[in-house]
C-alpha cells in the first residue's frame, strides 16, 4: 500500500514568510509524528498525534511553530514568521496503535531552505 | 532523561567486509531500541527493533543487532559489506513515552 506522503518535497521561503507542510500518513494510522532533522544531525522530535488530539509538542521550538490534524489523518505542520535556523528538513512519521511498539514509518521528508 | 551516542560519525569499510557500527544508550530502565537508515534524498527505514525477549535481533538486508544491558550498547552488524549498503544509520531509543530519540548518524561508505 501508499506509504507516508510528504508535500511539498522542497520548499524556499525567505525570512520572515510563513509556510505549511503537509503530511499524509499511512491510511489508518493513528499516531503521526514530526521531527526536524538540521543538517548533518540525527531527526529531533518535534509533536505528537493520537488521531486528532496533540498529545504532546515538547519538542516544538517556539511559538511560531504550530501542527495540526483536524481529523485525524492528514497533517499540517506550519511555521510562522520563518527565520534562517528554521532551515532543516521536515521529517513525518505514522504508526498504528501502540507506537512505543509499533514501527513508526517515515515520509521523504520536506526540505525547507530559509534565505 | 534518555540518549543515544552513535561512535563514528564514518565509517568505510571495502566490499566484503564486516560492518560495525557503534551505538550506546543512557537509560536508567531499558529502553526499546532501534536502527534506521537514511539514503540519500529519502525518509528513514527502519531496519531493526528490540523491544523485548531475545538479545540478537535478526533485521533485514542482513543486518542484526545485539543489545547487552551490562554495556548499555547495541551495536549494529552485518558479515559482509555491499556497495548498496552505503548510507546513514540512526540508532534511536525510547522509553515510556512514544517520541523517538535518536543518535547523530553514522555514515557508512563502501569501497570496492
Known amino acids: 500500500g501508499a506509504g507516508v506522503s510528504q508535500s511539498p518535497r522542497y520548499k524556499v521561503a525567505k525570512r520572515g514568510q510563513d509556510v505549511a507542510l503537509r503530511c499524509d500518513p499511512i491510511s489508518g494510522h493513528v499516531s503521526l509524528f514530526w521531527y526536524q532533522q538540521a543538517l548533518g544531525q540525527g531527526p529531533e522530535f518535534l509533536t505528537y498525534?493520537?488521531?486528532?488530539?496533540?498529545?504532546?509538542k515538547s519538542g516544538l521550538p517556539s511559538d511560531r511553530f504550530f501542527a495540526e490534524r483536524p481529523e485525524g489523518s492528514v497533517s499540517t505542520l506550519k511555521i510562522q514568521r520563518t527565520q534562517q535556523e528554521d532551515s532543516a528538513v521536515y521529517l513525518c512519521?505514522?504508526?498504528?496503535?501502540?507506537?512505543?511498539?509499533?514501527?513508526?514509518?517515515f515520509g521523504p521528508g520536506t526540505r525547507l531552505l530559509v534565505l | 532523561a534518555q540518549s543515544v551516542t552513535q561512535l563514528g560519525s564514518h565509517v568505510s569499510v571495502s566490499e566484503g567486509a564486516l560492518v560495525l557500527l557503534r551505538c550506546n544508550y543512557s537509560s536508567s530502565v531499558p529502553p526499546y531500541l532501534f536502527w534506521y537508515v537514511q539514503y540519500p534524498n529519502q525518509g528513514l527505514q527502519l531496519l531493526l527493533k528490540y523491544t523485548t525477549g531475545a538479545t540478537l535481533v535478526k533485521g533485514i538486508n542482513g543486518f542484526e543487532a545485539e543489545f547487552k544491558k551490562s554495556e548499555t550498547s547495541f551495536h549494529l552488524t552485518k558479515p559482509s559489506a555491499h556497495m548498496s549498503d552505503a548510507a546513514e544509520y540512526f540508532c534511536?531509543?525510547?522509553?515510556?513515552?512514544?517520541?523517538?530519540?535518536f543518535g547523530t548518524g553514522t555514515r557508512l561508505q563502501v569501497f570496492p
Open positions: 498525534f493520537q488521531n486528532e488530539a496533540q498529545l504532546d
Open positions: 534511536a531509543v525510547t522509553l515510556y513515552t512514544d517520541k523517538l530519540i
Open positions: 512519521a505514522s504508526s498504528n496503535r501502540h507506537p512505543r511498539v509499533e514501527t513508526q514509518y
